[in-house]
C-alpha cells in the first residue's frame, strides 16, 4: 500500500469557515497550508454558513465520528415572507406571503420544535437519492422526494427581531439537523413563508469560537509554524468516554490487534494526565464494571499520555477497533 505524502500532523484545527467557501475548499487550504500527510472535516457547512468547522488532520481523522455525533450550536436569520427552493438566500423564490408574524406567536411557536421532531431536508442537500446527491438532482430540475427524518432539538430561541421582515435565532440540536428545514417549517407553522438568510455554526460538539481561526490571517499565512500553536490533542473529542489506562506490554497488544482482559487494566478520565488517579477494574462498583464490560461500550486505551487504541469492552476483555500510529 502507498504510503501518504506529506507531514505526519496529528490533532484537530477548528477553522472559522468563510461565507462563500465550500467544506472541501476549507480541507484543500488546510492540507496546502500545514503540509499535512492526512486531512478531513467533521461535518459538512454549507458554502453560504460561516462558523466551525472542525478539521481533522493525521489520526484524528480516526475520531471523526465523536464530532459528527454531538451537539451543534448554531445563529440564523430568517426572511419572512418568500420561499427558496434551496431554503436559503441563494435559491430561486418559490413562494411569497404577506404574513410577518408577530414576537408572541413566533415565541410559542418555536416550543413545537424543541425534543425530538421530524423534519424533511431540504432538496439542496447531500443525501443521495437513488445513488446521486439531492443537490445534483435539483440543480438539474428533476424532482426531490425526501423521506422525513428524526432529529433532537435540545434548544430553539428568539433572539432579536430588528424588524418586520426578518428575525434571528440560536439552535442547540443533534445530529443530521438542518437548519434550512427547521426554518422554512417555523415558517409555515406560523402561517407564512421563509428561508434563511445568514447561517453561522457557533459550535460543534467540544469546540466552540474561541477555539477558531481564520484561513486568511496573516499570522497564519506567514509561516506554517503557526499552526502549531493552534492544534488540539486528538483526546479532545473522546472525553465523554471511559479511558483505560495500559502497561506498555499491554498496549503492545492492542496495537497488534490482540485483546487484553478487562480486569488488568485501570480506568481513569480521558481529560486528566498521565498522573491522574487510577483504579482498578477490579476495584470498580458492579454498575460501573457493567457498564464498561457490557454490550458494545466504547472506551479509549491510553498509555501514559498516548493515545493507542479505541476499544469495546466485551466478554471480560478489551478489543480494538481503532489502532492509533503515533
Known amino acids: 500500500m502507498a504510503?501518504?505524502?506529506?507531514?505526519p500532523i496529528h490533532g484537530w484545527l477548528v477553522v472559522d469557515k468563510a461565507q462563500g467557501v465550500t467544506s472541501s475548499r476549507v480541507v484543500a487550504q488546510v492540507k496546502k497550508l500545514t503540509g499535512a500527510a492526512k486531512v478531513g472535516h467533521a461535518g459538512t457547512l454549507d458554502p453560504l454558513a460561516?462558523?466551525?468547522?472542525?478539521?481533522?488532520?493525521?489520526e484524528a481523522t480516526k475520531t471523526v465520528?465523536?464530532?459528527m455525533d454531538g451537539f451543534k450550536e448554531y445563529c440564523f436569520t430568517m426572511v419572512w415572507g418568500e420561499a427558496r427552493d434551496s431554503d436559503d438566500a441563494e435559491g430561486k423564490?418559490?413562494?411569497?406571503?404577506?404574513?410577518?408574524?408577530?414576537?408572541s406567536d413566533i415565541i410559542e411557536g418555536l416550543k413545537e420544535f424543541v425534543g425530538?421532531?421530524?423534519?424533511?431536508?431540504?432538496?439542496?442537500?447531500?443525501?443521495?437519492?437513488?445513488?446521486?446527491?439531492?443537490?445534483?438532482?435539483a440543480r438539474s430540475d428533476q424532482e426531490v422526494a425526501l423521506s422525513p427524518r428524526r432529529v433532537h432539538v435540545e434548544n430553539f430561541e428568539l433572539l432579536e427581531i430588528p424588524d418586520c421582515d426578518h428575525a434571528t435565532f440560536?439552535?442547540?440540536?443533534?445530529?443530521?439537523?438542518?437548519?434550512?428545514?427547521?426554518?422554512?417549517?417555523?415558517?409555515?407553522?406560523?402561517?407564512?413563508?421563509?428561508?434563511?438568510?445568514?447561517?453561522?455554526?457557533?459550535?460543534v460538539g467540544p469546540f466552540c469560537e474561541s477555539d477558531a481561526i481564520s484561513l486568511d490571517?496573516?499570522?497564519?499565512?506567514?509561516?506554517?509554524?503557526?499552526?502549531?500553536?493552534?492544534?488540539?490533542?486528538?483526546?479532545t473529542v473522546l472525553d465523554d468516554i471511559p479511558a483505560l489506562a495500559l502497561t506498555e506490554d499491554q498496549a503492545r497488544c492492542l496495537k497488534?490487534?490482540?485483546?487484553?482482559?478487562?480486569?488488568?487494566?485501570?480506568?481513569?478520565?480521558?481529560?486528566c494526565g498521565p498522573e491522574s488517579p487510577s483504579i482498578l477494574c477490579e476495584d470498580l462498583s458492579p454498575d460501573l464494571l457493567e457498564k464498561l464490560g457490557g454490550g458494545h461500550t466504547e472506551a479509549c486505551a491510553l498509555c501514559g499520555d498516548r493515545l493507542v487504541a479505541l476499544v469495546r469492552c466485551e466478554e471480560g476483555r478489551i478489543r480494538p477497533f481503532r489502532v492509533f500510529n503515533f
Open 3 to 7: 504510503k501518504h505524502k506529506g507531514k
Open 116 to 137: 425530538e421532531i421530524e423534519q424533511i431536508p431540504p432538496a439542496f442537500s447531500a443525501i443521495k437519492v437513488d445513488g446521486r446527491r439531492a443537490y445534483d438532482l
Open 256 to 271: 497488534n490487534g490482540q485483546a487484553v482482559p478487562l480486569f488488568k487494566v485501570k480506568v481513569r478520565s480521558a481529560s
Open 217 to 235: 490571517s496573516p499570522e497564519l499565512l506567514g509561516h506554517i509554524g503557526a499552526f502549531s500553536g493552534h492544534l488540539l490533542p486528538v483526546l
Open 170 to 203: 440560536r439552535v442547540f440540536c443533534g445530529k443530521g439537523t438542518y437548519i434550512r428545514s427547521l426554518a422554512r417549517d417555523l415558517a409555515q407553522h406560523l402561517g407564512t413563508l421563509g428561508h434563511v438568510s445568514v447561517l453561522r455554526r457557533t459550535r
Open 93 to 103: 423564490v418559490i413562494g411569497t406571503s404577506p404574513v410577518r408574524p408577530e414576537k
Open 65 to 67: 465520528s465523536y464530532v
Open 50 to 58: 460561516t462558523g466551525i468547522l472542525p478539521i481533522a488532520l493525521g
